[in-house]
């Protein structure tokens, strides 16, 4: 099957212009000078498939390298499973997830990266790839880095919060740190500074203050910038590549920002939720409201101009991609199993479909150029897990994930159950986007096209992943 995407513009990290995408398959295998389809290759003369995109871009598919679908946490389990998460993900024009693989104390990396292969397996319809969670790291955690890594899994998360459930002491992040120096391994780090917070918890606690606001006091942006700071510096230590998860605190950002300086191997992803949402307007939104966006890191002040410095740092690659960190959970039988108690709110926001709309937003607001939206939403995270050439750009070799988007169209989110993702609710109800995702093609297979659904569960592949491509 040849396809041929004509009359666009094409949109990569690099650069724009006019072109014609042609595909063969599941591959592209040329960018034409518009009109050459009328001089061109055989090929070209017996397309299958012409799709027109006039007056769209035509971008690589979106790579959203931060979700947990199914995972199990907070005493139950994210909504989406892999089958409605990554359709969701494919309406919203993202091609490949980088989800994952779940370690509670005790239990083996390696067998539990087998179960969520089997979770994934014949229910995605886009490609997938893993990261570890590592929650105790023991010897044999060591020895499972070398073998995950030589199935495709190359970065691994530790937790410096969650104590009990997945906290790594330093000491042991020390050890895995250690390993990831050795082996070449991404080191991802949540990093807040659990004692402390779980200590504010107690005393927001008895005092009665039980809202979900108090979720994001009680996580104050010190304890993120502590951590930040504490995980840089043993990493430094260490010689170990380090990527910081769900930046949300400016200082945390400027910790990066200095490190990065300094010519250390340090990364950051921010969230769209930290990009919009705030302390004030959406976790103390009345009632037991707020609890829609409990999530961790929590959302900021817009006093303190924690938004403000998300934009700044991703215009100026301090923080060089966009996740989402999809976790959601309903709010009927999951997130109100904390009302009376903040603590008890399954942490998680739900994004995975509205990722590519919320950072085009930014463009159209002048936050960040067409060429930059591409970059952090497609191309680095692709290079950050090594997945560049075949994933993150549109050029012969690469697979033919493809986006067309309409900068023309509009997209209101949320208003009524206008989203795929498996929530009794929205995180982003009420966000207008200036433009629209058309036509999502997945290694050559439309998936979503003409405002329907053209996927199935089993098309998505697992992508296994080289080491960082930011890494000498
Ligand atoms: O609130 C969040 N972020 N939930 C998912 C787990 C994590 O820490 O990424
Ligand atoms: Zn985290
Ligand atoms: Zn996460």
Redesign the pocket.
């Known amino acids: 099957m040849t396809t041929l995407i004509t009359g666009g513009t094409v949109v990569n990290a690099t650069g724009r212009g006019a072109a014609d995408v042609l595909i063969d398959g599941e591959t592209i295998v040329a960018l034409l000078a518009p009109g050459s389809t009328l001089l061109g290759s055989d090929l070209v003369h017996s397309v299958d498939r012409v799709i027109d995109a006039t007056g769209k871009y035509v971008i690589p598919g979106g790579i959203d390298a931060?979700t947990?679908m199914e995972?199990p946490?907070?005493g139950t389990f994210?909504s989406d499973t892999f089958e409605s998460g990554t359709t969701a993900a494919a309406w919203g024009g993202t091609t490949t997830i980088v989800d994952?693989v779940v370690q509670y104390p005790d239990e083996n990396p390696l067998t539990q990266f087998a179960l969520w292969q089997d979770k994934a397996a014949g229910n995605c319809a886009i490609d997938y790839a893993f990261h570890q969670i590592l929650s105790d790291v023991q010897d044999s955690s060591l020895h499972a880095m070398d073998e995950l890594i030589a199935e495709g899994v190359t970065s691994f998360?530790l937790?410096m919060?969650?104590k009990g459930v997945?906290l790594s002491d330093d000491g042991q992040i020390l050890r895995a740190m250690q390993k990831a120096s050795d082996n070449g391994a991404m080191i991802m780090m949540?990093a807040e500074n659990g004692s402390v917070i779980d200590t504010l918890v107690q005393q927001h606690l008895a005092r009665g203050e039980t809202a979900p606001y108090y979720h994001g006091v009680s996580r104050p942006w010190q304890a993120e910038a502590e951590a930040t700071h504490r995980a840089i510096m043993l990493a430094d230590l260490t010689g170990a590549p380090l990527y910081i998860?769900?930046v949300s605190a400016k200082q945390a950002a400027e910790q990066i920002a200095v490190a990065r300086d300094r010519g250390q191997n340090v990364f950051g992803e921010t969230c769209p939720q930290y990009l919009y949402l705030s302390l004030e307007e959406h976790l103390g939104a009345p009632g037991f409201e707020g609890a829609k966006w409990?999530?961790?890191?929590p959302l900021r002040s817009k006093h303190e101009g924690h938004q403000h410095q998300m934009w700044n740092s991703l215009r100026t690659n301090d923080l060089q991609l966009v996740s989402t960190?999809h976790?959601p959970f309903c709010m009927k039988d999951q997130k109100d199993m904390g009302i009376g108690d903040f603590s008890k709110i399954?942490?998680?926001?739900g994004s995975v479909e509205h990722r590519m709309d919320l950072l085009y937003q930014g463009v159209v607001t002048g936050e960040i150029t067409l060429e930059r939206w591409v970059e952090i939403c497609c191309t680095t995270p692709a290079r950050m897990f090594g997945m560049y050439g075949k994933k993150g750009v549109l050029a012969p070799g690469a697979d033919a994930d493809v986006v067309i988007y309409d900068p023309n169209g509009h997209t209101s989110i949320g208003l009524g159950k206008t989203h795929h993702m498996a929530m009794d609710y929205s995180a982003w109800e009420g966000f207008e986007i200036d433009g629209h995702v058309d036509t999502v093609l997945s290694r050559g297979q439309v998936v979503v096209d003409g405002g329907a659904f053209h996927g199935r569960a089993g098309h998505g592949r697992y992508v296994p992943r080289a080491l960082s491509q930011y890494l000498i």
């Open positions: 931060h947990h995972m946490f907070g994210a994952f998360k937790f919060a969650y997945f949540h998860v769900h409990v999530c961790s890191t960190d976790c399954p942490n998680g926001i």
